[in-house]
């Protein structure tokens, strides 16, 4: 079953950074990728590929566990990971994602800083992960046990 959707924010980690010069100066992207979630929309993919001259390729993935299987099984053929910063920590143990160098990201600087931040992002020093989207919880009220819904 996936996982919610729904998780404290979701990272756009950018994995095996010279394997990304590989993959541009090839004219190709690969991304690890939840469907569904605005990365892989078309306008989105149109743009980026417009932008830059090199063709997204999209590989998606049900679940944590499976991006992370994919990850091992297949070292080296991902540029752009969009994983759940709660599973950061295994990822960077099992050394399947790298430091991003944000030195080289134009508008790094202008993310939240409690966000860029956090500690799900960033071990020793090092950036793993860049915010990417803030969740949000929903709540869901049976009015049969609460009559009169809670107003705020």
Known sequence: MRMPRLTAFLT?????????????N???????????YGADEPWAIAAFEKATGNKVVNDFFNSEQ??????????GLYDVVMINAAFNDQAMAGKLIQPIDVSKLANYADISKDKAGSPMLNHDGKVYGVPWVWGLTALAI?????PKPPTS
């Not at 049976?142 to 609460?146: C, D, I, T, V």
């Open 12 to 24: 756009a980690t950018a994995v095996f950074a010279s394997a990304f010069t590989l993959a541009a």
């Open 26 to 36: 090839a004219g190709e992207v690969h991304v690890l990728n939840w469907k569904g």
């Open 66 to 75: 499976e991006m992370l299987t994919k990850l091992r099984t297949n070292p």
């Open 142 to 146: 049976n009015e049969k046990s609460f």
